[in-house]
């Protein structure tokens, strides 16, 4: 019987300053971990949730939000966290989906989520205040086998709604081990935490990594560059997405002497445009370490920390992780082709969330996973992702599929159809553009799509781009061709 829990309350063992403000002011010590873990999971067992009940989070980013994600696991229920932008339609669907026992989150919304559903729901705000009574008395860590569920993240697609990638103890376990070691992670190193907490990026490797080696975390709510910057001498790691990089190279005062502390900057959840990378490098004196990682997988490869590091790859695969490309026919294509990337390990996923059919059709038949990326290997065993044979947009590091918002499009008045595709973008990476052919009834503007679509959904799924066309390109099936609409319109 195995809990990942103990990996990480272990790690705590290890250090002394746990999670620190902007003013380098320690809010928490590592020696806290466990008491401060029991009070929420003596909440859970007090509030009758039993293990493998989904508790879904819908919280702004605080020090005590992580603590409840660590206790989470420690009672061995299943943690749903959700990003803070999603609107009432998206949140309703999830809580369908997912039939949580229990719902925390923030005091402005447990209103609404009264409304959307039954569970047991309890507040906590961005200063970490519960609405509850906790309970001192240490809690024993549940027991759980490596194949159980720890977290369900919600992740995109192209077609349909999003999918809960159930994501195991085992999981989780195995690949903070290999990234550790690979990134030669130090119990001195002094995270520099900026990312949100409701994905695998922010959450996982931004917050497993310093835990399990009782490192510091500077805990940001957010992300401003100037005070990224200010941070930067005081830290060792900085982990961001790549739109953080070109935001931090557009400040003067980001210099080689302000980075001169800094052991690892480490990009991921989208590409990093190789000018990015070489910009940041003449800049900084340092070399970004570009990783590839997904929802379902947590990271598969990575740049190595000693050794050569290329633009425009995501590095060889980790430890324990087996990649390969193969053409449409499932056979593996030779170095330098372009193919369809599928892989298999430890890390991998155990399905989606009350999915069966889908997620075997992701697996082939001997079992590595299909990532939906077209991707090739050089000689030297580095992977560069080269497009998504599904439409994925990914917007400032957040995944966004076409699907969604071209049905909410398709109900407008005057929309006779429509085509979501990404364009390419200095700042978010993809911009999500919609291609529209009218109906006539109604004379649309650019600015009436945008507003609509900011009404029903989080502002980076909104619309940055609006083209109206006669007819959508299509192929001799009736597939709209949304390579030639990227083409049109880039």
């Known amino acids: 019987m195995t809990n990942v829990y103990n990996l990480f309350s272990s790690g705590a063992k290890l250090g002394t300053s746990f999670i620190k403000d902007n003013q380098g002011n320690t809010r928490y010590f590592y020696d806290q971990f466990d008491s401060l873990t029991s009070q929420y999971a003596n909440l859970l067992s007090t509030s009758g949730i039993k293990a493998g009940d989904r508790v879904m989070v819908q919280v702004e980013k605080s020090p005590e939000s992580l603590l409840f994600y660590f206790a989470c696991l420690r009672f061995g229920c299943i943690y749903l966290p959700l990003n803070t932008a999603y609107k009432v339609d998206e949140l309703a669907y999830f809580i369908n989906d997912a039939e949580p026992t229990l719902i925390l989150c923030g005091p402005k919304r447990e209103s609404l989520f009264r409304q959307l559903s039954s569970a047991k729901i309890f507040t906590l705000d961005n200063e970490g205040r519960i609405n509850a009574d906790l309970d001192d008395q240490i809690f024993d860590t549940a027991d759980r086998l490596a194949d159980d569920v720890a977290v369900i993240i919600y992740t995109s697609?192209?077609?349909?709604?999003?999918?809960?990638?159930?994501?195991?103890?085992?999981?989780?376990?195995?690949?903070?081990?290999?990234?550790?070691?690979s990134w030669g992670w130090q119990t001195n190193d002094v995270m520099l935490h900026a990312l949100p907490i409701y994905h695998v990026h922010g959450l996982f490797v931004g917050s497993h990594l310093p835990v399990m080696n009782g490192s510091p975390i500077t805990f940001l709510n957010r992300f401003d560059a100037s005070e990224i910057i200010a941070l930067l001498p005081k830290s060792t790691v900085y982990m961001g997405v790549p739109t953080n990089y070109t935001r931090l190279l557009a400040q003067p005062e980001l210099a080689r002497e302000s980075c001169k502390n800094i052991r690892l900057f480490i990009s991921g959840s989208a590409p990093l445009l190789t000018h990015t990378f070489n910009d940041f490098s003449e800049r900084t004196g340092h070399t970004i370490i570009e990783r590839y990682g997904m929802s379902e997988t947590g990271m598969n490869t990575s740049n190595p920390l000693t050794g050569e590091r290329k633009g425009g790859t995501v590095g060889p695969p980790l430890?324990?992780?087996?990649?390969?490309?193969?053409?449409?026919?499932?056979?593996?294509?030779?170095?330098?082709?372009?193919?369809?990337?599928?892989?298999?390990?430890?890390?991998?996923?155990?399905?989606?969330?009350?999915?069966?059919?889908?997620?075997?059709?992701?697996?082939?038949?001997?079992?590595?996973?299909?990532?939906?990326?077209?991707?090739?290997?050089?000689?030297?065993?580095?992977?560069?992702?080269?497009?998504?044979?599904?439409?994925?947009?990914?917007?400032?590091?957040?995944?966004?599929?076409?699907?969604?918002?071209?049905?909410?499009?398709?109900?407008?008045?005057?929309?006779?159809?429509?085509?979501v595709i990404g364009l390419p973008d200095p700042d978010f990476g993809e911009a999500v553009s919609a291609v529209i052919v009218t109906d006539g009834t109604k004379k649309l503007q650019p600015t009436d799509i945008t507003a609509y679509v900011k009404e029903k959904v989080a502002n980076f799924k909104v619309t940055k781009h609006v083209f109206f066309v006669d007819e959508l390109p299509r192929n001799a099936m009736g597939k709209v061709q949304k390579n030639k609409l990227r083409e049109m319109f880039t």
Request: with cysteine.
């Open 319 to 419: 430890s324990g992780v087996t990649c390969r490309i193969v053409d449409d026919q499932g056979i593996q294509v030779a170095k330098n082709k372009t193919g369809h990337l599928e892989l298999k390990g430890p890390n991998v996923f155990t399905g989606y969330w009350r999915m069966p059919e889908k997620t075997a059709a992701e697996f082939s038949s001997d079992g590595f996973f299909r990532t939906g990326d077209l991707a090739s290997q050089d000689e030297d065993g580095y992977i560069s992702i080269v497009g998504r044979n599904k439409d994925l947009i990914i917007s400032g590091g957040l995944n966004v599929y076409p699907k969604e918002i071209e049905m909410l499009l398709d109900n407008l008045d005057g929309v006779a159809e429509s085509a």
């Open 157 to 181: 697609g192209t077609t349909g709604r999003p999918k809960g990638a159930m994501i195991s103890h085992g999981n989780i376990e195995s690949n903070s081990k290999v990234l550790s070691k």
